[in-house]
Antibody, heavy 118, light 111 residues
Framework: QVTVRESGPALVKPTQTLTLTCTFS??????????VSWIRQPPGKALEWLAL???????YYSTSLKNRLTISKDTSKNQVVLTMTNMDSDDTATYYC??????????WGQGTLVTVSS | NFMLTQPHSVSESPGKTVTISCTRS????????VQWYQQRPGSAPTTVIS?????ASGVPDRFSGSIDSSSNSASLTISGLKTEDEADYYC??????????FGGGTKLTVL
C-alpha cells in the first residue's frame, strides 16, 4: 500500500526559507522509473508543479521558481525534501507531494497548508 | 515550453454529458500521454484518466478520455452526470524539458 505524507511548518515569515518533507511508504526511490514530485496550490487557484526528483537523482524544477528551489532525497529514510528560499505572501499555498511514475502523479499526499505572514 | 489550456468552467444538468477540453500550445498532443485529475473541495487530486484514455481503478465507465490531433487537444468526457461529479478537473502532460505540466483547471458544476 502506497502512502505519501507532507510535513513542515504551517507558518513562515517573509524572506525565510521553507523546508518541507515528503515521507512515503509502499515504494522505493531506488526503483528504476520511480520519482517524487512537489506541487502547490494557492487558495482558490490552480495546481502548480514545482519540482521532481527521480530514482537516478536527476532533478527537474519549474522554470519560474528554479532559482529558489532545491529538491533532494534520502532513500534510507524514504523521504524527499523540498526547500524554497525567500518566501513571500504569494507563496501561501497548500503544498503536495506525489509519487510519479511515467510522468503520472498516481499517489498524492493530503497536502500541507503553508501561510507566509509576519 | 508548452501550456495546456482548459475552459475555466463548464456546467451541465444531471444525466447529461459534458466534455472538458485541454489544448496543447506547442508540440503534438499525441507525443506525450495526458492524465486527468479530479479534485473535490478540501481534498487532494486523484486520477480519473491516465495515458490519454485509461480509467483509474474504481473510476466508473461514465468517464472517458481521448485525444484529437487535428485540434491538438485532449478531452475528458463524463456521461450520465451525477451531482457527485461536481469538482475541479485538471489535465496534465509533459515533455523532455518539463516532466509535469498542468492545465489551469476546469470547474464542473452539475446543476
Amino acid at each position: 500500500q502506497v502512502t505519501v505524507r507532507e510535513s513542515g511548518p504551517a507558518l513562515v515569515k517573509p524572506t525565510q526559507t521553507l523546508t518541507l518533507t515528503c515521507t512515503f511508504s509502499g515504494f522505493s526511490l531506488t526503483t528504476s522509473g520511480m520519482c517524487v514530485s512537489w506541487i502547490r496550490q494557492p487558495p482558490g487557484k490552480a495546481l502548480e508543479w514545482l519540482a521532481l526528483i527521480d530514482w537516478d537523482d536527476e532533478k527537474y524544477y519549474s522554470t519560474s521558481l528554479k532559482n529558489r528551489l532545491t529538491i533532494s532525497k534520502d532513500t534510507s529514510k524514504n523521504q524527499v525534501v523540498l526547500t524554497m528560499t525567500n518566501m513571500d505572501s504569494d507563496d501561501t499555498a497548500t503544498y503536495y507531494c506525489a509519487r510519479t511514475r511515467n510522468r503520472h502523479l498516481d499517489y498524492w499526499g493530503q497536502g500541507t497548508l503553508v501561510t507566509v505572514s509576519s | 515550453n508548452f501550456m495546456l489550456t482548459q475552459p475555466h468552467s463548464v456546467s451541465e444538468s444531471p444525466g447529461k454529458t459534458v466534455t472538458i477540453s485541454c489544448t496543447r500550445s506547442s508540440g503534438s498532443i499525441g507525443s506525450n500521454y495526458v492524465q486527468w485529475y479530479q479534485q473535490r473541495p478540501g481534498s487532494a487530486p486523484t486520477t480519473v484518466i491516465s495515458e490519454d484514455n485509461q480509467r483509474a481503478s474504481g473510476v466508473p465507465d461514465r468517464f472517458s478520455g481521448s485525444i484529437d490531433s487535428s485540434s491538438n487537444s485532449a478531452s475528458l468526457t463524463i456521461s450520465g452526470l451525477k451531482t457527485e461529479d461536481e469538482a475541479d478537473y485538471y489535465c496534465q502532460s509533459y515533455n523532455s524539458r518539463s516532466p509535469v505540466v498542468f492545465g489551469g483547471g476546469t470547474k464542473l458544476t452539475v446543476l
